[in-house]
């Protein structure tokens, strides 16, 4: 089971607190966009076995939105962070690399 930390409020639950939201960090399309474009922010999703960013929201909290960095197939949360950035902390990245070795934001970015 998943521990996450609500960053706007400070509490820590279990998963059953919270509700997943999809993946984090995507870029979207605005009117003038081409359909390519608008399929792909529709329907494709990254599904990595490994790190992931992720959207979550504090349902029975205080009902906010923030990010959570996690690994698939551990299910060991790196940190969690506003959801208000457009890419994760520098401390969550330093966290990730250092139980990852080789492992780059920027097969992210």
Same mark, same amino acid.
């Given at each position: 089971?998943?521990?996450?930390?609500?960053?706007?409020?400070?509490?820590?639950?279990?998963?059953?607190? $919270? +509700?997943? *939201?999809? #993946?984090? +960090?995507?870029?979207? $399309?605005?009117?003038?966009?081409?359909? *390519? /474009?608008? /399929?792909?922010?529709?329907?494709?999703?990254?599904?990595?076995? %490994?790190? +992931? $960013?992720?959207? @979550?929201? +504090?349902?029975? %909290?205080?009902? !906010?939105?923030?990010?959570?960095?996690?690994?698939?197939?551990?299910?060991?949360? $790196?940190?969690?962070?506003?959801?208000?950035?457009?890419?994760?902390? !520098? #401390?969550?990245?330093?966290?990730?690399?250092? !139980?990852?070795?080789? @492992?780059? @934001?920027?097969?992210?970015?």
């Amino acid at each position: 089971m998943l521990i996450l930390t609500c960053p706007n409020c400070g509490v820590t639950g279990e998963e059953t607190e $919270f +509700h997943a *939201g999809g #993946e984090a +960090h995507l870029k979207r $399309f605005g009117p003038g966009s081409s359909d *390519g /474009e608008f /399929e792909t922010y529709l329907f494709m999703r990254e599904n990595p076995k %490994g790190v +992931h $960013f992720e959207r @979550w929201r +504090h349902v029975y %909290g205080c009902g !906010k939105w923030f990010h959570a960095a996690r690994c698939t197939t551990t299910l060991e949360v $790196f940190g969690t962070y506003s959801a208000q950035v457009t890419e994760p902390p !520098k #401390e969550i990245r330093d966290t990730i690399s250092e !139980k990852r070795p080789g @492992w780059t @934001w920027r097969d992210f970015a």
